[in-house]
């Protein structure tokens, strides 16, 4: 079984700093093209960053500069750290990422529970 475990959400005051981490666990033969997104409330999912399997990221132009997703494949691990903080970066970030429990299997997509990050004074 598959679990993707999210951590380094919080409250945090405008121009501050959080780290998210999203682990897989598991029996996991590899990971694949990862992703953070973000849902405020009242507002859809959206994507806030995205690295491929290469290290390849994008962005969404309005973390762009302030945000950066990178991994660690030796620890199936996904990390988004967020500088520069805002009120409207509050939501709650999921992690998305894509999972081989074996090396003939194919990559499936999986989805943290998500974490809550509030930007406040």
């Known amino acids: 079984q598959v679990q993707l475990v999210e951590s380094g959400g919080g409250l945090v005051q405008p121009g501050g700093s959080l780290r998210l981490s999203c682990a897989a666990s598991?029996?996991?033969?590899?990971?694949?093209?990862g992703g953070w997104y973000r849902q405020a409330p009242g507002k859809e999912r959206e994507l806030v960053a995205g690295?491929?399997?290469?290290?390849?990221?994008n962005y969404a132009d309005s973390v762009k500069g302030r945000f950066t997703i990178s991994r660690d494949n030796a620890k199936k691990t996904v990390y988004l750290q967020m500088n520069s903080l805002k009120p409207e970066d509050t939501a709650v970030y999921y992690c998305?990422?894509?999972?081989?429990?074996?090396?003939?299997?194919?990559?499936?997509?999986?989805w943290g529970q998500g974490t809550l990050v509030t930007v406040s004074s």
């Open positions: 998305n990422l894509e999972v081989q429990v074996s090396s003939l299997a194919g990559y499936f997509e999986h």
């Open positions: 598991g029996s996991i033969f590899s990971i694949g093209a």
């Open positions: 690295i491929r399997s290469s290290g390849s990221t």
